[in-house]
């Protein structure tokens, strides 16, 4: 007994050894899989190891909080399966020997994408999809049903890209699958497995088939219809692999010379994986030579592919600014506080882009502007005053935001919420981006996962801290990242916010206030010299700079007329260029 325990503790000391050496190897940033593709480390080959980790590290702080917004992700999308076909002989009364009835398996649910405006994050998509398997046929020429078409349902401006066969994070398709899994067979063996994944034979009848020579030609038709198919699927995705830019949401064109009472059909979107064919019963072999075939073909595995999916998102606005510049708190103000966004006095508070809806009424006033005298703190400073208020009673008789949004929409005529749509007249979305700091441009900090979100923007907006020294310094460096990650993009910038300006001359005495002004001056300066930009028409335009408090809620009216300006003249710019494209791909087509 003592020596049974002896060498089970040998044993023991061996796998910790062996799980030490694993937990060692693990640390390193490429991982060698058992059939030689590496998957999730991919990036780590083609880059150093702090790099890595300084991005692995990004992306774990971007996670936490329960902020789940994620704007690249790679999936695996495989097609239904088609059902099988049934080998079967029609059976009834006075007729014991009927003619075959086996039914066609059905075909295997497509896979489609779909752009949905309700979503912002890739968060809600799985990695592995899979469509619905065709079902199989049955006696009596029933044929299987066909597999319901799956939805891959994404954001507005998210990019899918297939991924080449040299991308070691791509997945193998049918035909990769089905020679790894017959590796290290003998031909016997092997040519057996291979004709159990593609026949079904009759009861008592798989031995007495293969060697019929109706079934061997049947078999050699079958290999090349399946040739075929490879050879169309490997030009296919050398000559036109998967790449869509869904930036427009699909609308399904009704006909109108329909009947009437049809149930409206919903927009599938664009097909990314077919569905495998449903197999063939054994009544598709009956010839003048085989009259009793007693096998049938199984259905086919449906089309593989590995997409990457990027997220760029389409905000009419976007803010950049280095971190803790106020641009959370700036939402939060024009939004009337209903952007869930976190504030606080350190950098990187946000790790995520949030969207915001500004909407105008045609008087010029704005949704977040009809809340008087709300004062956007800090989250934290906010949620405990709340919390003394709460257990001080403060808030027995006290009406709520609603109740107090009722109460001023009858004085006024409209209010926040449903009651502003009575006089909404314009309306856009603006984005608070991750702050940007010096080489993000080189992937440091947030990197290219806060760049990236802010390709699509229409417009950008520079927000500065105006409390700082040299508010003029943290412009450039914001201009200069930008050109670095995307030349042109600061092309885009049309406007200078220097938020914090309450922090100026707040005593109000003369000195003061004279020294804002300089300092609001030589900023002003700075702007009209060093940053210019190009429009699309080649014209030089200065930007215009526009001093403001987002916590106290001041000057806000005229950030949200030149912002609404600005989006009015890019939407007519893009629909300008639309149809001159539009009008080009016509007279290619007519000529």
Request: hydrophobic share 35%; with cysteine; charged share 30%.
């Amino acid at each position: 007994m003592r020596m049974y325990l002896t060498n089970r503790s040998a044993h023991q000391t061996k796998d910790i050894k062996r799980h030490s050496t694993l937990r060692v190897e693990a640390r390193k940033p490429w991982i060698a899989c058992n059939n030689g593709a590496v998957r999730r480390d991919f990036e780590a080959q083609s880059e150093d190891y702090e790099t890595y980790q300084r991005r692995r590290k990004t992306e774990w702080k971007r996670r936490q909080g329960g902020q789940t917004f994620l704007d690249h992700l790679i999936i695996n999308v495989r097609g239904g399966k088609g059902g099988d076909g049934c080998a079967a002989f029609h059976r009834e009364k006075f007729l014991p020997f009927g003619p075959p009835s086996g039914g066609n398996g059905g075909r295997g649910g497509d896979v489609y994408i779909l752009p949905t405006p309700e979503l912002t994050t890739l968060t809600s998509v799985a990695k592995r999809i899979r469509g619905e398997n065709g079902g199989n046929g049955q006696g009596t020429w029933q044929n299987g049903k066909n597999g319901a078409p799956l939805i891959i349902r994404v954001p507005l401006g998210t990019i899918v890209r297939e991924l080449p066969r040299d991308d070691p994070r791509r997945a193998k398709d049918e035909w990769e699958a089905e020679a790894e899994a017959l590796e290290g067979l003998d031909p016997a063996d092997k040519q057996a497995k291979m004709r159990d994944k593609r026949w079904v034979h009759y009861p008592r009848h798989s031995e007495s088939n293969v060697e019929r020579d109706v079934f061997k030609e049947a078999e050699q038709m079958l290999y090349k219809q399946e040739r075929d198919r490879r050879y169309a699927r490997r030009k296919r995705e050398i000559e036109q692999p998967v790449y869509l830019d869904l930036d427009k949401d699909m609308e399904l064109e009704e006909d109108p010379n329909l009947p009437l009472g049809l149930p409206r059909k919903d927009a599938l979107g664009h097909l990314i994986a077919s569905g495998g064919q449903g197999g063939l019963g054994n009544p598709h072999f009956l010839s003048q030579d085989n009259r009793s075939p007693k096998f049938a073909t199984r259905g086919h595995e449906g089309e593989r592919v590995t997409l990457s999916l990027e997220l760029k998102l389409l905000a009419d606005i976007g803010f950049v600014g280095i971190p803790n510049a106020g641009k959370s708190t700036l939402l939060r103000a024009l939004t009337g506080g209903r952007a869930k966004t976190e504030v606080a006095g350190y950098a990187f508070t946000t790790l995520n882009p949030v969207i915001g809806v500004v909407r105008v009424a045609a008087d010029g006033s704005f949704e977040g502007g009809l809340s008087e005298g709300m004062v956007h703190d800090e989250t934290l400073v906010e949620e405990a005053q709340n919390q003394a208020k709460m257990e001080e009673g403060a808030f027995a008789d006290a009406l709520t935001r609603n109740q107090q949004a009722n109460s001023d929409a009858v004085a006024r005529g409209f209010g926040v919420g449903h009651r502003f749509d009575i006089v909404e007249h314009f309306r856009f979305t603006i984005a608070d981006n991750p702050g940007l700091i010096t080489k993000a441009s080189e992937n440091v900090g947030l990197g290219h996962s806060f760049l990236r979100s802010m390709e699509r923007s229409l417009g950008l907006v520079y927000v500065v801290d105006f409390s700082s020294p040299a508010p003029w310094n943290e412009i450039a460096i914001l201009r200069e990242e930008l050109e670095q990650y995307l030349p042109g993009m600061s092309n885009k910038a049309r406007m200078v916010i220097a938020n914090k300006a309450d922090l100026l001359a707040g005593d109000g005495d003369a000195a003061s206030i004279e020294q804002a002004k300089l300092k609001l001056k030589r900023l002003e300066e700075f702007v009209e010299k060093e940053m210019l930009v190009v429009d699309d028409d080649g014209n030089r335009r200065s930007l215009s700079v526009v001093p403001i408090s987002a916590k106290y809620s001041q000057n806000l009216k005229k950030v949200v007329e030149l912002m609404q300006r600005y989006v009015v003249e890019a939407r007519e710019s893009l629909l300008r260029h639309e149809s001159r494209t539009n009008e080009a791909d016509g007279f290619h087509s007519f000529s």
